[in-house]
């Protein structure tokens, strides 16, 4: 039976995001499986596991906010600014809680941020990994990115304890050089864990064995959320028996809502029953289905965006 949902997976340490992808697409029999948003091997935490008619709203909940509990060692500088890089530089650490809580409210806000070297951004079509481990070192350009809060944890010398929420494309490994540089002794990314991901908390997460346990005891629905469950923050509609079959067709529907596309551009759309249609897109001409779900088993698919 081909699942349409979203498991919210605690990933472990030592896996890579497609790891945990490969296994739950085994766990579930079905090939349509992604993710949103990649964790590096090295982290843990909040993975969004999306499948079937799910994965076409892989790119909203990748763009939602996220937040993460970062181990900051100072005093320590490797090239990939956390564990798995080599030292670059080593420094006596003499700086006080006051010295860091001074300098975290320049990294709030707009920012641009160089990522790490050893990153899977492409430049030249290579990603940035495979050229450091070659020994090149290409610039890599700043990017836009924002953090809304930093709040310290903890604080005993030389380790730092940060809860970190921002914006889609910050790197925290990044972020901990960036604020080793800026207090003098440098330093690196010594662990991390994803504590949300949009509306997917580590509290409400399962982890892989969990799941897999799930499965053989056919409790997997349990631990299913709803596809639309990324969007729920979103204004929705229930449309008309004649709107279901314009949307379903492609064509503009005919809705009351005045409100100006730049405030509401998108809009979650529902059938009279409570079926999730999929995501509406207002324009100049009025709302045009944007993303359609299908909604009975004999439609075909899309496939796109979809790991295999």
Known sequence: MAIDGIFNIDKPVGMTSHDV?????RLAGQKRVGH??????TASGVLPILLGQATRLAEYLSESGKAYRATIRFGIVTDSYDTEGQIVRESEVTLTRDDIAAALPDFLGDQLQRPPLFSALKQGGQRLYALARAGKTPE???????????????????ILTLDVVCGKGTYIRSLAFDLGER?????????LVRTRSGPFTLTSSITLDALAQAFSEN?????????DEALLDWRAAILSAENETRMRYGQSLSLSSTTPTNQLPLLRAYSADGRFLGILRRDVAGWQPHKVLLTTPDDAGDDAGVER
């Open 219 to 227: 409790t997997w629905r349990d631990h299913c959320f709803a596809a």
């Open 21 to 25: 992808v490969a296994r739950v697409r």
């Open 36 to 41: 949103a948003g990649t964790l590096d091997p």
């Open 183 to 191: 207090l003098g002794p440098g330093a690196h990314l010594a662990a």
């Open 140 to 158: 890599v350009p700043p990017r836009p990115i924002h953090i809304d809060t930093l709040d310290i944890v903890n604080w005993i010398s030389p």
